[in-house]
């Protein structure tokens, strides 16, 4: 194809794309004069379809405030409900179903707190004076409930059902035990170890299935703002139960003046129970009583404590003011024991103390426990210095006539032997009352003890006349001492040089008893000057001599062997001694002398005794045979 063509070709396309365009400028002007039209019939039609729009609007604003309305008028209609339907569980009262109860009377503080916070109903306040009423009366009942609920429940504890719950070693034995101390030696360290690791059984004061029920009644009446109440109805009758569960056991007040008017028999008995009875009071009441005071007031931390305090100010005044008195009491040698049976009792509870009565509400009665510790400790000290001094001072007049173990000797030895079962004790109050060596004061009480009894026996030992007697009476008592401290633990805390000294002196004893009775004897069994195969004696001279030792000999039978040596191996010993020095010595003498009056006519009235009836008669020495025995 040439140029010409193509020309005419492009010329062609350009006039059909300028009609092309032309045409499609009148569409679009057609379309805008259509749009613009359009645009006026809309603003026309929204501006009459406006008031449609408005009452739509309100209709549906209409439509949900109807529906608020009817949800509020529902939940209004379902507080009058579940109110009515709390008000008739309230008439009823809690003792039928408690649970219930206790779900209406949060239905009614549900209610309260309803219309409180919805102060726009006009029924509102109404409605809130009606279930406020109704809630007071529902308190009311509870209130009733708790207290029938708590006095049916809350019964003494009988004594048999309290010694249930010992351990077997504290137990009464019989029926006529039940009321008695516990006797017997309890203070070696394996009986002291075996009372610390007992296992006590807690009684049951309230049935377990109605703690429960008693706890919810006190948190509703705490939350109800009636706490006076609660405090008041638990604190009387559980303090009443508790002090008549006592009571039952055989505890009683006593005050100073009961005490010091007592005979001592009764009083120590009394003693005895008391021990028994701050045991059980201590590790079964007072610790039962702390348990369901907790489980039953648990969450009404403002009332427990002092609750349990109240409850047991009284039981706690009447066991401790027993002690108090006996502490307070006259001094006398024999409370001692008592005194540290006491004290220990007080130790041992002391750590049960300080667990049940712990609280601050309690540090009174924790206090007067403690107190009394250190009351009955001072005393039991006081009462050493006391009985040091009796000691001394013994003025019985009666003399033993047969120079034996004195009754103040056998007194004294026996308290000293106690007071070392009680070592232990005796340690822990010293340390009480800040001693640095408790074992050494230990020592130094009893060596003083020994000393003041020494004392005494030579104070007593001059009432004799006879000196020979004197000498007896101290070797008798002196061996007595020495020999019980070898046999007791006193032996360790007096040691053994102690025991050697004193051995020694009852053997000074003995050899002054043979000088002082026989020395003379012996002088008329000894020939002066005498050369061999010669007496140096007269024939007169002789009869002499066995006349006066027949006499001497048989005034000192008549008279010593009325005199007593109690300890068969010292007794046996001075006979030995005696015989070694005088049946020798006899021997000789009639050897010697005898002949000179064999061919007398009456031989015999002189040489009355051979050397065999002597060593008889010496063996009849120190029985304590009286003269008429003796004739038999």
Not at 250 to 267: I, S
Not at 423 to 447: C, I, M, R, W, Y
Not at 453 to 463: A, I, R
Not at 491 to 504: E, N, S, T, Y
Request: proline content about 3%; hydrophobic content about 35%; some cysteine.
């Amino acid at each position: 194809m040439g140029v010409p063509q193509m020309m005419l070709a492009l010329a062609y396309r350009a006039e059909f794309m300028k009609e092309a365009l032309e045409k499609s400028q009148t569409i679009t002007d057609n379309m805008v004069s259509i749009l613009g039209s359009f645009d006026h019939r809309l603003s026309a039609l929204e501006t009459a379809m406006r008031p449609t729009q408005i009452r739509t609007h309100s209709i549906r604003r209409a439509h949900e405030n109807i529906d608020k309305t009817l949800k509020s008028a529902e939940g209004i209609l379902s507080q009058f409900d579940q109110t009515r339907k709390a008000e008739a569980k309230i008439l009823r009262g809690p003792h039928e179903d408690l649970e219930t109860y206790l779900e209406a009377i949060e239905q009614l503080k549900a209610t309260v707190k309803f219309f409180s916070s919805n102060k726009n109903f006009k029924s509102s306040d109404g409605v809130v004076h009606h279930a406020n009423q109704l809630l007071a009366k529902a308190i009311s009942k509870l209130q009733e409930e708790f207290n029938t609920l708590l006095s049916n429940y809350s019964k003494p504890v009988e004594p048999d059902r309290l010694f249930d719950c010992l351990p077997n070693s504290l137990r009464p034995s019989s029926a006529s035990d039940k009321h008695q101390g516990e006797g017997g030696n309890k203070h070696s360290s394996e009986q002291q170890k075996s009372l610390e690791t007992a296992i006590y059984t807690l009684p049951t004061l309230i049935p377990p299935r109605v703690v429960p029920l008693l706890h919810d009644l006190a948190l509703q009446m705490a939350q109800a703002g009636h706490q006076q109440q609660l405090f008041r109805i638990y604190r009387d009758t559980r303090a009443s139960v508790l002090e008549q569960s006592l009571k039952k056991l055989g505890v009683e007040r006593l005050t100073k003046d009961d005490v010091q008017r007592m005979q001592w028999e009764v009083l120590e008995a009394k003693i005895g129970n008391w021990i028994h009875y701050m045991r059980i009071a201590v590790k079964l009441l007072f610790s039962a009583e702390k348990k369901i005071c907790d489980q039953i007031l648990e969450g009404i931390e403002s009332l427990r404590d002092p609750c349990f305090a109240d409850v047991t100010v009284n039981s706690v005044s009447v066991l401790l003011s027993f002690g108090d008195a006996i502490a307070k009491s006259k001094r006398s040698p024999e409370k001692l024991f008592v005194l540290l049976d006491m004290y220990e009792i007080m130790r041992e509870l002391r750590s049960e103390f300080e667990l049940v009565f712990g609280s601050k509400a309690c540090m009174e009665m924790r206090e007067s426990a403690f107190n009394l510790t250190i009351r009955l400790a001072q005393t039991a000290q006081e009462t050493f210095v006391d009985f040091e001094e009796a000691v001394e001072r013994d003025a019985t007049k009666t003399a033993v006539l047969d120079g034996t173990v004195h009754p103040l000797t056998s007194y004294v030895i026996n308290y000293v032997k106690f007071l070392f079962d009680y070592q232990s004790t005796v340690k822990q109050l010293f340390q009480e009352l800040e001693s640095t060596d408790p074992e050494g004061q230990l020592a130094a009480v009893t060596t003083r003890i020994m000393q003041a009894l020494q004392t005494n026996l030579d104070g007593k030992s001059k009432q004799y006349r006879d000196p020979a007697l004197t000498q007896l009476f101290l070797m008798n008592n002196i061996h007595y001492i020495v020999r019980s401290v070898r046999r007791s633990e006193a032996k360790d805390m007096l040691g053994d040089d102690w025991v050697q000294i004193h051995r020694r002196i009852v053997q000074q004893h003995a050899n002054q008893y043979k000088r002082i009775s026989w020395a003379k004897i012996l002088q008329c069994l000894t020939v002066q000057g005498e050369s061999s195969g010669s007496s140096g004696l007269s024939r007169a001279m002789v009869k002499d001599r066995f006349k006066t030792f027949n006499s001497q000999f048989e005034e000192l039978y008549t008279r010593q062997a009325q005199w007593t040596v109690p300890d068969s191996e010292l007794r046996e010993s001075l006979r030995l001694a005696v015989a070694e020095v005088l049946l020798p010595a006899y021997r000789s003498f009639i050897k010697r002398c005898a002949p000179m009056i064999d061919g007398g006519k009456t031989p015999n009235k002189y040489v009355r005794y051979t050397p065999e009836d002597l060593e008889r008669m010496l063996n009849e020495f120190f029985d304590g045979k009286t003269y008429n025995e003796q004739k038999r």
